[in-house]
């Protein structure tokens, strides 16, 4: 039998091999490219730099929020040779439990690769990688430990940048940064697992400006992940950029000031310039120093605690804290009146005690007066004009016209809306209008007799610390204002647009001379509310305000401008829980405008008597508080 | 010709070397490379210098000691896990490799020596033997690889015609009343067995892949893929047939292919629709086997990488020297200098350069097939055939799994992977061959 004719199976079948594999290569190399992305996931790494975040300076140039080194204890498995877990739990200081519990962490936390062409899971995880095994020791902790790690191979450290507060003031303000979520990386492709972002306050709002523009190398890497050349000679790098600086409107000097003045009290103070809106100080007390929240281990060691305090340290409530004003409405209500016409600058009321409680004061005969002793019965005239001005026959569709007229001044103060500052979480404040108490009590079912309370500035009114600062810069100026802002420079830029647009309200600046002369004899002469808060040869414009509180005893609020010529400063205080406005905001105001003006305090009596103040109990509950929140 | 297949071993050899193209050094692989392959020469110019009746005159002693050397090496320490390797000094060289030569020999010797009657199942079973001992042998190390290349010598056994047809006769031939003289199934076993089990390979292998054809609207999965490029095939086929095919052929060779495609289609799709209806442990079994499921010794993973620096290798490649996945430094791919060389190769120079490779090897086997059809004397062509088929089972199974296309055995690149073993086998492989032929005319036989 012949059998030559089966060398051609033999070759065809070589050829078929040989032609299924030409095949199959054209495809794999050249038309199905998963494979070079699966190569470039594997060997070419994008190495991220990240920049230290741009620094903050305050007003005078000193550098307030920077950087600092911080290390990182890294671990690559597949080094790791007998590990005597007992010695090594000691050196960290952890114990054995604690050290295999962060293995098992480690390795689940990196998650699962889906190859596509399989449609098969693998871990992430590998285990000639490096991961952080104990992140953020100080220079302290990796001293100790870094010259016993060469007895365990597979532990090395490695150096990363975090925040540092050279000052420890402003810390609800500033704002913290933490670790990004997994929404935020899926949001933004800048973030890594990893990289911080600003959690609150000025880092938050300013996260675009202050995170810089990262760099990116292209390395070919090993599978022990160890770069080994620069790929294409480096012709793709680009090189990290730290952002530029930020330059708040903040005087530290003043801000640390308030700080103190402060301490052991609860509330806020507000100073803006304003010529320019810039904010200078921002107190919130109490307070923290925002080095405790650096970094993750400082967060979940130190958050818990402040986020429990029953004082609620981490309540920025400048911004968020919602409070009647009480009286400085009085400057907003007079303001209104006389540009409505419903008043003018030489109306006079009596002090009628039997519509709402006075104190004993001369009669306000005009609106200095009025402005002078605060007087209660005048300013419910006053509100009573604005909101039943007769337009309409029906006296509830007149007082909807009216209250919705008064509603739109307010807006233009910038009551009742955010303000829109640029750090994040701000409350709006509460200024009702019809819709609101339509919703109350139904619509035509009230007039002014319902809401009254509301002229003096209780009730349903409630302003921001923030605001009222405003309101006294709006005053200060006669009519306008800029949006209150911290941000004053970026780099070489100025601040954001938005923050050199004059906003001017709906009242003319001929009706503000009364007011202001008002608020001059409230410090400057007898029979004022606030003399307190006068300073020596310099004259301060001011209103207190003292807003009954049902929970306890009333709060003190001053709001006041310095001087009365050309205002530098414009100031809010509130002091929870301490009773006339005259006795602590006013003069704690002072003591503020004093040190922003003339950096100095010649009546050292004022300031004594302030910082050595423990008015409230900062220890116990506190149920205003909560119900501020609440709001 | 005698230059023409030296040519092709050395562009193979130089092809090797710019893997690692630094100096001679020979403490490094590429130098031990080089010192091998002049090993290698020089063993070809002794066996050149032999007369070739040797080899046929002392086949079987060069069988026993290698045998002898086999079982030699089973008592040797494990080196990666199988006592594959004896130590000569700070090398070591792989029995098995030599074998294949031994075996080629003695195949060759007892296939020529036969009477013309070669279709009885002592004839059968006396070959099989022959190839049995060192296989079990070998799978005693264990070392798969070599047990499967092994298998190679049946497609020369199928050449010469000795089949398992005879077998296969008796037992249906047992059924009474059944009396044939041969089965076409039967003498055509092997290779029908064969493209069996490579498309069912294939089909495993690709059974969770989806594969855009070009051409195809949509995307295939397994099986289908499998079809879709038998049907590719058949379809070339048979416009070759009708260019060039008498009319005879034409109608058995239409009839041979629509009948390939028939069954080859179906098995695929068999396989992969029997598949599927297994048990969940039976999958992952088939799938440890093929090396398909993440095991312990990271078989996908090795595979991963592999085919991903085979596929990011483009058209026309990195560029020499460029490779990123599989160069040796980075060690994505494991073994990247031995059984996985041909990812360096692919991922450094690109579509063009495998398409090449493929080409000479293809160049290369064809050549030996017509060396060994122009033999006079058995022994000859036997061991030409053996030559090929072991290279095509070494081509084929390495590069195919570097392709995802077959299991990930560790078999060597003839004439490209690092290792003397092999580089010396397969050059005394070849320079025999040689010897045999130039020398093909002095014997009559």
């Given at each position: 039998m012949n059998f030559d004719a089966r060398k051609y199976v033999i070759m065809a079948f070589m050829l078929l091999v040989g032609g299924i594999y030409s095949i199959r290569l054209f495809y794999m190399q050249v038309v199905d490219d998963t494979w070079t992305l699966r190569a470039q996931e594997i060997a070419e790494k994008r190495k991220e730099i990240t920049p230290p975040r741009g620094v903050i300076f305050d007003r005078n140039g000193k550098k307030i929020v920077s950087n600092r080194t911080y290390y990182n204890l890294m671990m690559v498995e597949a080094d790791i040779k007998n590990l005597d877990t007992v010695a090594f739990a000691k050196l960290i200081g952890w114990t054995r439990e604690e050290v295999r519990n962060r293995f098992y962490e480690i390795r689940k936390g990196e998650g699962t690769y889906k190859n596509p062409h399989t449609g098969k899971t693998t871990s992430n995880y590998q285990k000639i990688r490096k991961y952080p095994f104990i992140k953020e020791l100080t220079l302290e902790e990796i001293s100790r430990i870094a010259p016993h790690l060469e007895n365990f191979p597979g532990f090395y450290e490695e150096v990363t940048s975090m925040r540092n507060y050279p000052f420890s003031n402003g810390a609800n303000i500033l704002g913290y940064l933490s670790e990004v979520t997994r929404e935020e990386i899926e949001q933004d492709r800048f973030y890594k697992p990893g990289n911080n972002i600003g959690r609150s306050g000025i880092e938050r709002y300013y996260e675009k400006e202050l995170r810089g523009v990262k760099g990116i190398k292209y390395v070919v890497t090993s599978a022990l992940n160890n770069a080994i050349e620069s790929y294409a000679d480096g012709k793709y790098d680009t090189t990290a950029r730290q952002a530029d600086p930020l330059r708040l409107g903040m005087d530290m000097l003043i801000q640390a000031y308030g700080e103190r003045l402060m301490q052991n009290k609860k509330g806020c103070i507000v100073a803006i310039e304003p010529a320019t809106g810039e904010i200078l100080a921002m107190v919130s007390a109490p307070s923290f120093d925002p080095n405790l929240l650096v970094g993750k281990r400082n967060i979940s060691l130190n958050y818990p605690k402040l986020a429990t305090d029953k004082n609620m340290p981490l309540f920025p409530r400048p911004l968020q804290a919602e409070y009647p004003p009480g009286s400085i409405f009085k400057l907003v209500q007079s303001l209104i009146g006389m540009q409505e016409g419903v008043i003018d600058e030489n109306s006079g009321f009596p002090c009628d005690k039997?519509?709402?409680?006075?104190?004993?004061?001369?009669?306000?005969?005009?609106?200095?007066?009025?402005?002078?002793?605060?007087?209660?019965?005048?300013?419910?005239?006053?509100?009573?004009?604005?909101?039943?001005?007769?337009?309409?026959?029906?006296?509830?569709?007149?007082?909807?016209?009216?209250?919705?007229?008064?509603?739109?001044?307010?807006?233009?103060?910038?009551?009742?809306?955010?303000?829109?500052?640029?750090?994040?979480?701000?409350?709006?404040?509460?200024?009702?209008?019809?819709?609101?108490?339509?919703?109350?009590?139904?619509?035509?079912?009230?007039?002014?007799?319902?809401?009254?309370?509301?002229?003096?500035?209780?009730?349903?009114?409630?302003?921001?610390?923030?605001?009222?600062?405003?309101?006294?810069?709006?005053?200060?100026?006669?009519?306008?204002?800029?949006?209150?802002?911290?941000?004053?420079?970026?780099?070489?830029?100025?601040?954001?647009?938005?923050?050199?647009?004059?906003?001017?309200?709906?009242?003319?600046?001929?009706?503000?001379?009364?007011?202001?002369?008002?608020?001059?004899?409230?410090?400057?002469?007898?029979?004022?509310?606030?003399?307190?808060?006068?300073?020596?040869?310099?004259?301060?414009?001011?209103?207190?305000?003292?807003?009954?509180?049902?929970?306890?005893?009333?709060?003190?609020?001053?709001?006041?401008?310095?001087?009365?010529?050309?205002?530098?400063?414009?100031?809010?205080?509130?002091?929870?829980?301490?009773?006339?406005?005259?006795?602590?905001?006013?003069?704690?105001?002072s003591l503020m405008i004093e040190k922003y003006l003339r950096r100095k305090i010649k009546d050292k009596e004022k300031e004594k008597r302030i910082l050595e103040a423990k008015l409230s109990n900062i220890e116990s509950s506190d149920d205003e508080e909560n119900q501020n929140q609440a709001d | 010709m005698l230059m023409l297949i030296f040519g092709i071993a050395t562009v193979y050899s130089v092809a090797f070397n710019p893997e690692h193209p630094n100096i001679f050094d020979f403490e490094e692989k590429y130098g031990k490379q080089i010192l091998w392959l002049c090993v290698s020469l020089f063993l070809g110019l002794l066996v050149f210098l032999i007369d070739s009746d040797i080899y046929r005159k002392f086949a079987f002693p060069i069988y026993l000691f290698v045998l002898s050397l086999l079982v030699l090496v089973l008592f040797m320490p494990p080196i990666n896990g199988a006592r594959a390797w004896i130590g000569v000094g700070s090398m070591g060289i792989q029995p098995a490799?030599?074998?294949?030569?031994?075996?080629?020999?003695?195949?060759?010797?007892?296939?020529?020596?036969?009477?013309?009657?070669?279709?009885?199942?002592?004839?059968?079973?006396?070959?099989?033997?022959?190839?049995?001992?060192?296989?079990?042998?070998?799978?005693?190390?264990?070392?798969?690889?070599?047990?499967?290349?092994?298998?190679?010598?049946?497609?020369?056994?199928?050449?010469?015609?000795?089949?398992?047809?005879?077998?296969?006769?008796?037992?249906?031939?047992?059924?009474?009343?059944?009396?044939?003289?041969?089965?076409?199934?039967?003498?055509?076993?092997?290779?029908?067995?064969?493209?069996?089990?490579?498309?069912?390979?294939?089909?495993?292998?690709?059974?969770?892949?989806?594969?855009?054809?070009?051409?195809?609207?949509?995307?295939?999965?397994?099986?289908?893929?499998?079809?879709?490029?038998?049907?590719?095939?058949?379809?070339?086929?048979?416009?070759?047939?009708?260019?060039?095919?008498?009319?005879?052929?034409?109608?058995?060779?239409?009839?041979?292919?629509?009948?390939?495609?028939?069954?080859?289609?179906?098995?695929s799709f068999g396989v992969g629709a029997g598949f599927n209806s297994l048990a969940p442990h039976q999958k992952v079994r088939i799938e440890l086997f093929l090396g398909l499921k993440e095991d312990p010794n990271g078989e996908d993973y090795n595979r991963n990488r592999a085919m991903a620096a085979v596929g990011s290798g483009g058209l026309t490649g990195k560029g020499y020297n460029k490779a990123s996945v599989s160069s040796v430094e980075s060690n994505h791919v494991p073994e990247s200098e031995t059984d996985f060389i041909f990812c360096p190769f692919a991922e450094e120079w690109g579509f063009l350069g495998t398409i090449v490779l493929i080409f000479m090897y293809m160049f290369m086997l064809i050549r030996i097939i017509v060396i060994a059809e122009r033999q006079r004397a058995a022994f000859n062509r036997i061991y030409?055939?053996?030559?090929?088929?072991?290279?095509?089972?070494?081509?084929?199974?390495?590069?195919?799994?570097?392709?995802?296309?077959a299991p990930v055995i560790g078999i060597p690149l003839p004439f490209f992977s690092y290792g003397g073993s092999s580089m010396m086998s397969f050059s005394m492989m070849m320079f025999i061959l040689l010897k045999l032929d130039s020398q093909r005319k002095d014997v009559l036989r």
């Open positions: 039997s519509v709402v409680g006075c104190h004993n004061h001369p009669m306000a005969s005009n609106i200095q007066a009025a402005v002078q002793y605060s007087c209660n019965p005048y300013y419910y005239a006053v509100m009573r004009r604005i909101i039943q001005q007769n337009v309409k026959k029906n006296m509830f569709a007149d007082a909807e016209f009216g209250l919705n007229k008064w509603y739109d001044y307010m807006l233009s103060f910038g009551l009742g809306k955010s303000l829109e500052a640029d750090v994040s979480g701000q409350r709006p404040g509460v200024i009702p209008n019809s819709a609101y108490y339509d919703k109350w009590y139904g619509h035509h079912r009230w007039a002014f007799s319902t809401i009254r309370s509301i002229s003096i500035g209780q009730g349903e009114v409630k302003l921001t610390p923030l605001q009222m600062a405003n309101i006294a810069a709006i005053i200060a100026n006669k009519g306008w204002f800029y949006t209150p802002h911290f941000v004053k420079s970026i780099g070489r830029n100025g601040p954001h647009p938005q923050y050199k647009v004059k906003h001017y309200t709906k009242v003319e600046s001929k009706y503000f001379p009364p007011v202001i002369e008002g608020m001059r004899r409230v410090v400057n002469e007898a029979g004022g509310t606030a003399r307190m808060a006068r300073i020596d040869s310099m004259i301060v414009c001011g209103k207190t305000g003292t807003v009954q509180n049902p929970h306890g005893k009333d709060h003190s609020v001053f709001i006041a401008f310095a001087p009365i010529h050309k205002p530098k400063i414009a100031i809010a205080v509130f002091v929870e829980n301490s009773g006339f406005g005259g006795t602590w905001a006013a003069p704690i105001a | 490799e030599f074998g294949k030569i031994a075996v080629s020999l003695l195949l060759a010797k007892y296939i020529s020596e036969l009477s013309v009657k070669q279709q009885t199942i002592g004839n059968v079973v006396g070959a099989a033997m022959i190839l049995l001992v060192p296989m079990v042998l070998i799978l005693l190390q264990p070392d798969a690889g070599s047990f499967v290349v092994f298998t190679s010598f049946l497609f020369v056994m199928y050449r010469e015609g000795l089949t398992f047809d005879p077998i296969i006769l008796a037992i249906i031939n047992s059924f009474p009343g059944v009396k044939m003289k041969y089965t076409w199934v039967g003498s055509h076993f092997i290779p029908i067995l064969f493209v069996a089990v490579f498309l069912s390979v294939i089909t495993l292998l690709l059974s969770s892949v989806e594969i855009d054809f070009f051409f195809l609207p949509f995307k295939v999965s397994g099986a289908m893929g499998v079809i879709v490029t038998l049907i590719l095939f058949a379809i070339v086929a048979l416009l070759i047939i009708r260019q060039f095919g008498t009319k005879r052929d034409r109608s058995r060779g239409t009839l041979i292919i629509v009948l390939g495609l028939i069954l080859g289609g179906g098995l030409a055939y053996c030559v090929a088929m072991i290279l095509f089972y070494h081509f084929a199974i390495n590069i195919g799994m570097n392709i995802g296309f």
